[in-house]
């Protein structure tokens, strides 16, 4: 029998034999605990086994640190009581509580304030009850249950009915109803893992996105603290609201506001929740959009023309047979990037076909800059466009270098080598501007047109349904 006496503690002790137990001197080790309070405590130190490791070393620390003889299944055994502040640090998991009672089986009971933390991944846990098992290496916390994840400049705050940390596996279970808040999102799922070592949570069970004017679901859910990214690519879904201005009522001083619905499906949506700062060079660009550095050059000189949203405003990456449909809009694709802190911008630098159902109108092209709040849409890398008949026959068809459309005027701009067919006429031209309400047509620059066996040429021809205007007089000033 051995009698130890605690000499700088308020307290002394008749201690049993105690195997693997070492008292030392305290390290600091948490944000939540005062220092100098920390230091006036009892600590005991424990080397010994686990059900998962060998050798795992824990420290006790608290006000009042008792072991306790008592009968344990019909024999003598020992319970280790910590009173006041206490403290265990296992790992680089840390357990506060105001009392910890641990059984000779080492499962712990955790009553007062309970604070389960690591401050090496930015997590902190909160809860009313909470349980301790060191064999197993597991802290379970209930009652009203919370998670305050402080990492990267990032505060979210995710609540659960349970929540249990496996140490040894560097995992953290969240289970039933789990809720993650952020200050401009939300995320709900039926419950949720996080891992230490990809920084990810893994939210299951059709778990739900609610952001700025943004929905997603999937099966699951992948979020990586360390990114700030979500990725989703088991039959994902995304829905985006679209605000915009639509035409100005007389009687009103401002102009009205309409949502339009915009439903997006692919096999792969890669969400940045915060904005990137990151500047971009040209290598990381090229590796972004999977062009060569000469290609991005012309890329970024196009995006300057177009004031195109800069790279480091990328919001979402969707990939892979892409389909976005709203009200009148029918969109389809193998890569977009949605760009801005509101999503105004969608961009696809490959082949990409847009279907206008209001006017009949399919747009073609290898690139694509669609304004969404502006209703603004530039295409090039040969861009066509054909419209159709209530049955479905090609009534209109154009190809140039470039086409612009603009929805909310509704008329059609195309510069560059410029070929326009429509029933038995077809015409070469520099510029053409196509008024969709009005059904006229205006083509400038060196104008040939050919119907039938008839040519005409001029400066400026415009075209109506039932009439063609020659202007060789007309000067222009569209490239300057």
Known sequence: MIFLIFLHCHWFVQSYPINNFSFTAYESFTESANEQSIQNRNQLTRVEDTKKRKNVITHFFANNLV??????????AYELILEGSAVIKHDNTIIEATRIQLDPEDNG????????????????????????????????????????????????????QKIERDISAGTIYIGDKVKMHSEQW???????????????????????????NIYMTSKYIKYNSETKKIIIDKEPLLIHFINYDTKKDEKQDQLPRKKEKMVITADRIEYRLQQNNKKYNLEELSKIYNLSPLKIKEFLKNQNLIQEEPFEKIRAKIIGNVLMTSETKYIEGEEFYL????????ISHKKVKLQDKKEKIELES?????????????????????????????????????????????YLVAKGNVVFKRKEEIANCEFARLYEKQEKTELYGNVILKRKKDEFNGKRIILTEDKIEIDNEFKMNVYE
Not at 67 to 76: C, D, L, M, T, Y
Not at 380 to 405: A, C, G, H, T
Request: without cysteine.
């Open 67 to 76: 072991r306790r003889k008592v009968n344990w299944k019909g024999k003598e």
């Open 109 to 160: 009971i955790l009553e007062g304030r309970i604070q389960v933390s690591d401050p090496k991944e930015g997590i902190f846990m909160f809860a009313q009850r909470g349980f301790y098992n060191r064999k197993e290496e597991k802290v379970i916390i209930e009652g009203n249950p919370y998670i305050n994840l402080k990492k990267n400049s990032q505060n979210i705050l995710i609540t659960a």
């Open 186 to 212: 939300n995320i709900f799922a039926d419950y949720g893992i996080y891992t230490d070592k990809e920084k990810e949570f893994l939210l299951h069970k059709q778990p739900i996105f609610l952001g700025k």
């Open 339 to 346: 760009v801005g802190e509101d999503h105004s911008a969608l």
């Open 366 to 410: 290898h690139y694509m800059y669609y304004d969404l709040k502006n209703r603004y849409l530039y295409l090039k890398n040969q861009p066509r466009l054909i419209r159709y008949d209530d049955n479905q026959n090609i009534i209109e068809e154009l190809v140039s270098e470039f086409i612009e459309r603009d929805f909310a005027k509704e």
